[in-house]
């Protein structure tokens, strides 16, 4: 099967009432390890790469080790995705490219750094939009602004400093007319979000739950939402790593927040943790290896196995039959006549 739009797997994934996981990748068997895990159970997905993976692995290897998955996976629906695209330039080159959808993280300005206004946020993130609708291609936006820092874009801090303020969101959605929103509900990028298990205090899904409610049509998307398992933690720190004890979002929360509008979660730590231990294992127990597939075998296993335990959690699991990929010139039609309309004033 081509690649399929974002905005197509996550109308599906609406009308199922399930999640689906997007998970990042930088390398060849970080891709193997999430087609491996959606064969396993069954799951469309959506693949992301961030400007820091596109630069590390340099763009036309990474896009075309996506389209391999594709093409060796026709029975499973894949959307390519651009994660946190921090200008219209960055944006636009993926579209061109063949990406099916890219996220304008216009919160931030395109030091990846600094929050911008409301106003500037706006601006960019509708340039974004009448761009790549007019090629089929969905947009994903972010209000409010999120916590930490991963791939040297983040603004730092708690992730409590900027909590998306509802009326916004609702504007944002019209103004903009984004498919997909990434909303700032406490959560942070990378491995420390919270110093304990996280509660109301610091996970506001009742935000959450208030801007579905106010924008039904447009996807809710989680950002930092990796559960930072404690046995994932703990592999590394038992073969030589020197993490901090930390706690990710509880599955518990994410499948609540599914319940109400989400239907993108953003998955990293928990791979890289998986990644890491597996390698640490191999080096501390056989130190005499030095094929690196001895490593990053069990490395892509590890990986699978999280990524296939997110897919039975999220609910994406057996859904990857349920569809027919629809082609670009769908959504480019669409878009025009007003059909993918999200706008919380759209007539639906
Ligand atoms: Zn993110």
Same mark, same amino acid.
């Given at each position: 099967m081509p690649l399929v739009t974002m905005r197509q797997l996550?109308?599906?994934?609406?009308?199922?009432?399930?999640?689906?996981?997007?998970?990042n990748?930088?390398?060849?068997?970080?891709?193997?390890?999430?087609?491996?895990?959606?064969?396993?159970?069954?799951?469309?997905?959506?693949?992301?790469?961030?400007?820091?993976?596109?630069?590390?692995? @340099?763009?036309?290897?990474?896009?075309?080790?996506?389209?391999?998955?594709?093409?060796l996976n026709p029975e499973i629906p894949i959307a390519m995705h651009l994660d946190h695209g921090n200008g219209f330039e960055t944006c636009k080159s993926a579209i061109e490219l063949g990406y099916t959808s890219v996220m304008m993280d216009g919160s931030l300005k395109e030091d990846g750094k600094t929050p911008t206004t409301f106003e500037e946020n706006v601006a960019i993130t509708k340039k974004v939009v009448?761009?790549?609708?007019?090629?089929?291609?969905?947009v994903e936006g972010e209000i409010g602004v999120l916590g930490g820092v991963e791939d040297g874009h983040g603004a730092g801090g708690s992730g409590l400093e900027h909590v998306t303020d509802p009326d916004q969101a609702v504007e944002f959605a019209e103004r903009t007319g984004v498919d997909a929103l990434a909303i700032a509900i406490g959560t942070s990028h990378g491995a420390y979000k919270f110093t304990k298990k996280p509660d109301g205090s610091v996970l506001k899904m009742d935000i959450l739950i208030d801007i579905h409610k106010r924008l039904p049509h447009t996807?809710?998307?989680?950002?930092?939402?990796?559960?930072?398992?404690?046995?994932?933690?703990?592999?590394?720190?038992?073969?030589?790593?020197?993490?901090?004890?930390?706690?990710?979002?509880?599955v518990e929360e994410i499948q609540l927040g599914i319940r109400n509008g989400v239907r993108k979660i953003n998955v990293d730590t928990d791979n890289r943790l998986a990644i890491t231990g597996a390698i640490r294992k191999v080096f501390?127990?056989?130190?005499?290896?030095?094929?690196?597939?001895?490593?990053?075998?069990?490395?892509? @296993?590890?990986?699978?196995?999280?990524?296939?335990?997110?897919?039975?959690?999220?609910?994406?699991?057996?859904?990857?039959?349920?569809?027919?990929?629809?082609?670009?010139?769908?959504?480019?039609?669409?878009?025009?006549?007003?059909?993918?309309?999200?706008?919380?004033?759209?007539?639906?």
């Open positions: 996550l109308d599906e994934a609406a009308k199922g009432g399930y999640g689906v996981g997007a998970f990748v930088n390398n060849m068997e970080q891709i193997q390890a999430i087609l491996a895990a959606a064969k396993e159970t069954k799951s469309p997905v959506i693949i992301q790469a961030s400007r820091g993976a596109r630069k590390y692995a @340099e763009d036309l290897y990474l896009f075309h080790l996506i389209l391999a998955a594709s093409e009448d761009f790549a609708h007019e090629r089929g291609v969905t996807h809710l998307v989680m950002h930092g939402s990796s559960s930072v398992p404690k046995d994932l933690q703990d592999v590394i720190n038992q073969y030589g790593g020197k993490l901090k004890q930390t706690w990710g979002v509880p501390a127990e056989t130190p005499e290896k030095f094929d690196p597939r001895d490593y990053m075998k069990p490395a892509r @296993e590890a990986m699978q196995k999280v990524v296939a335990q997110r897919m039975t959690q999220f609910g994406q699991a057996g859904h990857a039959g349920d569809y027919k990929q629809l082609p670009i010139s769908e959504f480019v039609a669409g878009y025009a006549s007003g059909k993918y309309d999200a706008r919380p004033s759209a007539k639906k």
